[in-house]
Every structure is written in structure tokens, then in C-alpha cells.
């Protein structure tokens, strides 16, 4: 048996107690799209006070406790209060709340789904604006494709190399203005491998990151890669108005090779998720300044140093 002990004053933090030595599953759901938020296995004895923390700033969700076969619910505590949830308020088109992610294994995908929706790490020096034209390169579930279209894009370009979430991209945002091209992005056209994690599709990769994980819980497979000049060429694309960029590790080779002319004519902003930052951050932000971009990181210009961080650019 758990027991409730109480919840923080912000409605963040979970205290509990077990009856018993028991492994459980402490999972966090959001109210409005039922997707599990974050999830944690415990070892727990009886009379010790346990707390588990939420990372997101949802203002709709719950705590649920479940055996660890996840068979039986222990506990369930929530939703916190009766506030409009922040995803309900920018859900323009009303698809996240039946929202399917067809893998209940990856609990990965509502962290996107916070980080677009909530916390807006896509909207802190600019925003998508009604008409532009989106590029959003690493679209895992398509959270910020749809994001950008319930924003008034006009057309949004859409590459995800994993076939398991092109598909869930294809059932989920049917719309006649987002292209989804199942391909990486890299400076090659061909094919690379991807290699990921099957509990957390967002940190798939073309390079071998996850080679030291359980060889049950990774996988790689050939997918394709396209070249970002070649394609904004074959398909006329005049302008990007805002270019997003999360591909755990290709953003330096496809910044090094988009052409500078269009970057500095064509291409309005760009914000970009760094990754494995060994100095080459710096060489990237010095093409972008010579393309006449400002540069912003989330937390301060200490992060040109960081091995992972935000990027922003903007003229």
C-alpha cells in the first residue's frame, strides 16, 4: 500500500510513504492529453518519506503510483487545481487532446510537447508569425510543426528520419501546408545510419551517441539524408522565416553547408539546439554573424562554452 503524505505548495512535489519493501512507477500524466509527462522506478521500504518532483511547469496534471509491472494503481493524486491548461490555450486545432503516440514505452514525447507548448523555448527572442514560411529539422512527433501551423505559418517543411514518427506525424496532423519529408538533414545526399533509443525518441541521431546503452532498449537503421541547399534549389523555396534546428549532432554540418547568400538574404531566424559542443559552436556563430545574425543563447552568452544549449539567431 502507498500512502499520500501531502503535495508542495506550487503543486510540484509528491510526498509519499509504502507499507512495504515494493518496487513502484511513479508516473506524471497531463490532464489534457493524457501523455505521460515523466516517469521514474523506485525502490521504497515503509517508514520513509519519499517526494517526487515534476520538471515541467504544467498548471494541469496528476501523480499516479503504480506496481512495477504497472499492473495495479497505487496511488493517484491531482489534477492540482482548475485552472485552463496552457497546451488546452494554444491547441488552436484541437488535436493534442486525442493526441496518439501508438508506443507507450516513450515517455519522451511530452517532453517536446513542454517544451513548445509551456515553457515556449521556441517563442523567447522571436516567435512565429502569421504567414511565415518554417523549416523544422529533427520534428520527432511533429509538436512543432503543428505548434507553428496553430501560429498562423503558412507552410511548414517538416524532416523527421524515423519512420515510427513520420507515421505518427502522418496520423495525428493532416494538413495540407506541412510537408513531411521522412529524411535526415545533414550536408550529404544519401543515406546515414539513425540510431536511438526506443524509450526516448528524441534523442535519436545519425551519430553513434547511444552505442553504450542495452543493446534491447537501442536500434539503428538506414534511413535518409538529405542536403539543405540541394533541397531549398529543387523546390524553389525563396525564404525561410524561421528555421528550427534539433538533430543531436548534424546541426554543425548543416549550418557549415547552407550557402551564405541565402542565409544572409533568405533566412530571417534560426533556433537551434547544440549538442557534443567541442569548440565548433564557435565556428558556426562566427557564419552566422558574417550573415549579419544577432546571437542569443537561453541562459546567458556563458553558453558558448557548453556542451549543450540553445541558440538563437535573428536579424
Not at 495495479?72 to 488535436?95: H, M, R, S
Not at 510543426?145 to 523527421?160: N, P, R
Amino acid at each position: 500500500m502507498i500512502l499520500f503524505k501531502n503535495i508542495s505548495e506550487d503543486k510540484k512535489t509528491l510526498w509519499f510513504e509504502s507499507t512495504e519493501d515494493q518496487e513502484v512507477i511513479v508516473k506524471i500524466i497531463d490532464n489534457y492529453t493524457k501523455l505521460c509527462t515523466y516517469k521514474l522506478q523506485m525502490d521504497v521500504v515503509p517508514k520513509v518519506s519519499y517526494y517526487f518532483s515534476h520538471l515541467a511547469d504544467s498548471q494541469s496534471r496528476y501523480f499516479e503510483i503504480w506496481d512495477q509491472k504497472e499492473q495495479n494503481l497505487l496511488l493517484k493524486v491531482g489534477a492540482f487545481n482548475n485552472q485552463i491548461n496552457d497546451i488546452k490555450n494554444e491547441d488552436k486545432y484541437n488535436l493534442l487532446k486525442d493526441f496518439n503516440d501508438k508506443n507507450k514505452v516513450d515517455i519522451s514525447v511530452s517532453i517536446g510537447l513542454y517544451e513548445i507548448f509551456v515553457t515556449k523555448i521556441y517563442d523567447k527572442f522571436f516567435s512565429i508569425n502569421k504567414e511565415d514560411i518554417v523549416f523544422d529539422i529533427g520534428g520527432n512527433v511533429g509538436f512543432f510543426s503543428y505548434y507553428s501551423i496553430c501560429k498562423g505559418a503558412s507552410k511548414v517543411y517538416c524532416f523527421e528520419p524515423s519512420p515510427s514518427d513520420c507515421n505518427i506525424i502522418r496520423n495525428n496532423f493532416n494538413f495540407d501546408n506541412l510537408t513531411l519529408e521522412e529524411a535526415a538533414v545533414s550536408s550529404n545526399n544519401g543515406y546515414v545510419d539513425l540510431y536511438f533509443d526506443k524509450n526516448h525518441s528524441i534523442a535519436a541521431s545519425i551519430y553513434e551517441v547511444n552505442k553504450e546503452l542495452n543493446p534491447n532498449e537501442s536500434e539503428k537503421i538506414k534511413c535518409k539524408s538529405i542536403n539543405l541547399n540541394d533541397y531549398i534549389k529543387e523546390n524553389n523555396i525563396t525564404k525561410i522565416d524561421y528555421l528550427k534546428i534539433d538533430c543531436e549532432g548534424a546541426e554543425y554540418d548543416i549550418i557549415e553547408s547552407l550557402d551564405k547568400d541565402y542565409l544572409t538574404n533568405n533566412v530571417n531566424k534560426i533556433c537551434l539546439e547544440y549538442h557534443f559542443n567541442k569548440g565548433q559552436l564557435v565556428t558556426l556563430i562566427n557564419k552566422l554573424k558574417e550573415c549579419n545574425f544577432k546571437i542569443n543563447f537561453e541562459f546567458g552568452d556563458h553558453q558558448i562554452n557548453d556542451e549543450l544549449g540553445m541558440m538563437y539567431a535573428y536579424k
